[in-house]
Nanobody, 122 residues
Framework: QVQLVESGGGLVQAGGSLRLSCAASGRTFSTYGMGWFRQAPGEEREFVAAIRRSGGNTYYADSVKGRFTISRDNAKNTVRLQMNSLKPEDTAVYFC???????????????WGQGTQVTVSS
């Protein structure tokens, strides 16, 4: 089992940047694929980005490709999401997620963080 705690959310103007961090508990962090999802008010939770457990492969939603970068540090049990060129439509609660085994492209996370609010003003 893994516990996830996000940080780094906040209020930023359009065009600005934020970096989200997710700290994971446990000694088996490197055995999980990791990802970020987001949920805007009245909307379903949607995939943002994911990274394989080795860090060698990354995946992005089309809406964030070229603007967001996911990375992980297995030595520090941390996964990050660097968000650049933010838009008002990026406003949402962002959730860190862990995939048991690895991320395979279409599998659903097994563990979730509590979420962190990102608000982008126009």
């Amino acid at each position: 089992q893994v516990q996830l705690v996000e940080s780094g959310g906040g209020l930023v103007q359009a065009g600005g940047s934020l970096r989200l961090s997710c700290a994971a508990s446990g000694r088996t962090f490197s055995t999980y694929g990791m990802g970020w999802f987001r949920q805007a008010p009245g909307e379903e939770r949607e995939f943002v980005a994911a990274i394989r457990r080795s860090g060698g492969n990354t995946y992005y939603a089309d809406s964030v490709k070229g603007r967001f970068t996911i990375s992980r540090d297995n030595a520090k049990n941390t996964v990050r999401l660097q968000m650049n060129s933010l838009k008002p439509e990026d406003t949402a609660v962002y959730f860190c997620a862990a995939f048991t085994g690895d991320y395979y492209g279409d599998n659903y996370p097994d563990y979730w963080g509590q979420g962190t609010q990102v608000t982008v003003s126009s």
